[in-house]
């Protein structure tokens, strides 16, 4: 595997593969990775011949109260994996390669509607700066498609919805949320978490498990989602949102079957999100 940190060796390389006619594809991260991210390198492969990996801690993405100095940077551990997972390609650039001008004259890409509210709400500026990240790497890689994990529900509908809207000639895959054994979904920020903490994670699926249950069993939304966040402060939780939504992220309507039910909550200083997708009965 190839590490490479400048645009213009970044553009010579991908110009190779190209040439040989060779498709590509494009899998973003922020580094500190864990399972959930090979499993996107692993999709990858199955889409295209050559995996180009990015790691960017983006700041354009975090808010001024956010851990952006705190996030964990592990790019040599990141770099061992990535080539154990069969990545072809990292892109690692600094924050002056992509964004030269500086944060205050960058460019901003901003998609609406599905943006707003849930984390969109809680992180106000947030998805402005994913959106404007991806639509940077989408321009230097120009891939063939491009992987992203399903945990960050509203992140791939904000992504689905860019590509569509700017006409971006990429296949977005969705990858399934990979967790631990006791049902916590994998994130780079589940180690902030102290023992007692991570002890109690896992209960933030469990209590999504149990409205699921409940909704597709014929129980009434409002009451549902009524008795969510309750059980998640017994649990330690101070919950953010708890939300059933259409696959789409549109509200719910008396017509919807396949629905997605999303959360973000937090534990101590640590903030977890997860989602489970569902079917209301008739």
Do not use: W
């Not at 964004?99 to 947030?126: D, F, K």
């Not at 989408?138 to 992504?159: H, M, R, S």
């Not at 023992?195 to 597709?216: M, N, S």
């Not at 549109?250 to 999303?262: E, Q």
């Amino acid at each position: 595997m190839r590490t490479l940190r400048d645009i213009p060796a970044l553009r010579e390389t991908l110009g190779a593969y190209r040439r040989r006619g060779q498709r590509i594809a494009l899998v973003p991260t922020m580094g500190n990775l864990h399972a959930g991210h090979l499993a996107l390198v692993e999709a990858a492969r199955r889409h295209a011949d050559v995996v180009v990996a990015t790691i960017f801690v983006n700041p354009l993405q975090f808010g001024p109260s956010e851990d952006l100095d705190a996030y964990p940077r592990t790019l040599i551990d990141d770099q061992a994996r990535l080539e154990v997972a069969g990545c072809d390609l990292l892109f690692a650039p600094d924050t002056a390669m992509l964004y030269p001008r500086g944060l205050g004259q960058q460019t901003r890409v901003c998609v609406p509607i599905v943006s707003e509210g849930l984390c969109g709400g809680a992180r106000p500026g947030h998805f402005d700066g994913v959106s404007t990240v991806v639509s940077i790497l989408f321009n230097l890689v120009q891939p063939d498609t491009a992987c992203f994990g399903e945990k960050d529900y509203q992140q791939l509908a904000v992504i689905r919805k860019l590509v569509e809207d700017l006409h971006f000639p990429i296949e977005i895959v969705g990858v399934p949320i990979v967790r631990a054994e006791d049902g916590l979904a994998l994130s780079s920020r589940n180690g902030y978490l102290d023992p007692d903490q991570r002890a109690a994670a896992p209960r933030l699926y469990r209590t999504l498990c149990e409205l699921r249950d409940a909704l597709e069993a014929g129980e009434p939304v409002a009451a549902a989602l009524e008795t969510g966040p309750a059980r998640l402060r017994e649990s330690g939780f101070e919950p953010d949102y708890l939300e059933l939504r259409a696959l789409d992220l549109t509200p719910v309507t008396a017509t919807t079957r396949d629905a997605v039910l999303l959360a973000a909550a937090r534990l101590g200083p640590t903030r977890l999100i997860d989602n489970l997708t569902l079917t209301l009965p008739r």
